[in-house]
């Protein structure tokens, strides 16, 4: 958790990949507690704007929270959270989570779905906000590090392929 801006607006940092494991024996009960701390917290956090960055880099599937909990999530968010949200920032979306939000567009609402916004990389997100203000997780750094490792490599295999290039001539 961090502040941005003059106003000292919340920047509430969510990173999946600490969450419990779906086949825990008590998940549901510790996912529906979760919720609610979360929720508790962001009551006494937020009285202006605010941002929720969702890192889901380095989530292994079976971490990754259900559509269902989600749907519950937004259903139980305060009216005045929703409205004060400004923007939901995933960080390395998953196929997953980019298929999860488009089967749900429809029941969500358009003013909600302006505010997610998509993030590739730590570099895109630090164009976004101040990240001096914000934890991010090692292990979020190094997916990131790999990723435009992989990403690089791919780039200067395309441009070393002859006909590649000729086609880009």
């Given at each position: 958790t961090g502040y941005y801006g003059d106003g000292l607006n919340?920047?509430?940092?969510?990173a999946a990949c600490f969450l419990p494991d779906s086949s825990q024996t008590d998940y549901n009960y510790v996912m529906e507690n979760l919720f609610l701390y979360v929720i508790s917290t962001l009551e006494?956090?937020?009285a202006e704007d605010y941002m929720i960055v969702y890192l889901?880099?380095?989530?292994?599937r079976r971490r990754m929270p259900g559509l269902g909990w989600m749907k519950k999530c937004y259903q139980?968010?305060?009216?005045?959270?929703?409205?004060?949200?400004?923007?939901?920032?995933i960080v390395h979306p998953s196929w997953f989570i980019r298929t999860i939000l488009a089967?749900?567009?429809p029941f969500i609402s358009s003013k909600f779905s302006s505010k997610i916004q998509y993030v590739h990389t730590l570099a895109e997100l630090?164009?976004?906000?101040p990240m001096e203000y914000i934890q991010i997780p090692d292990s979020i750094v190094?997916?990131?590090?790999?990723?435009?490792?992989?990403?690089?490599?791919?780039?200067?295999c395309l441009s070393n392929d002859p006909e590649m290039t000729s086609v880009e001539q």
């Open positions: 919340a920047i509430i940092v969510f006494l956090m937020v889901n880099g380095a989530t292994p139980m968010i305060d009216r005045r959270l929703r409205k004060n949200l400004k923007s939901f920032i089967v749900t567009r630090r164009e976004i906000i190094k997916y990131d590090e790999e990723k435009c490792i992989k990403r690089r490599m791919r780039t200067s």
